[in-house]
Nanobody, 124 residues
Framework: QVQLVESGGGLVQAGGSLRLSCSASEGTFGTSAVAWFRQAQGKERTFVAGIGGIGGVTRGADFARGRFRISRDNDVNTVYLEMNSLRIEDTAVYFC?????????????????WGQGTQVTVLS
């Protein structure tokens, strides 16, 4: 089964930027939708952004639009999440997830493969 590994998290000042990466272990990645979710301490896991497997159609949560950009490079089996103008409330563990379908879904239960998560902490 494909495995996902996130990287790129860390500490950043408010207003700064980070780029997260989600790398897949197998080549079937290209036809699958991949999404980023985040989970702040004590809160539910929520959808951030997703990118489709065919055509690369993207969707984003309201809080992400205009600040976050999702993209994919199927040649290296990687999906990226570029985050700009970061806010303290963006602090969370960010997970990437894959579903066996080319369309993006916003519900976590629609995704069957998850990475281990990467911590993003935005400092004031």
């Amino acid at each position: 089964q494909v495995q996902l590994v996130e990287s790129g998290g860390g500490l950043v000042q408010a207003g700064g930027s980070l780029r997260l990466s989600c790398s897949a272990s197998e080549g079937t990645f290209g036809t699958s939708a991949v999404a980023w979710f985040r989970q702040a301490q004590g809160k539910e896991r929520t959808f951030v952004a997703g990118i489709g497997g065919i055509g690369g159609v993207t969707r984003g949560a309201d809080f992400a639009r205009g600040r976050f950009r999702i993209s994919r490079d199927n040649d290296v089996n990687t999906v990226y999440l570029e985050m700009n103008s970061l806010r303290i409330e963006d602090t969370a563990v960010y997970f990437c997830a894959l579903r066996d379908n080319y369309g993006v879904a916003t519900f976590a239960h629609s995704y069957t493969v998850w990475g281990q998560g990467t911590q993003v902490t935005v400092l004031s």
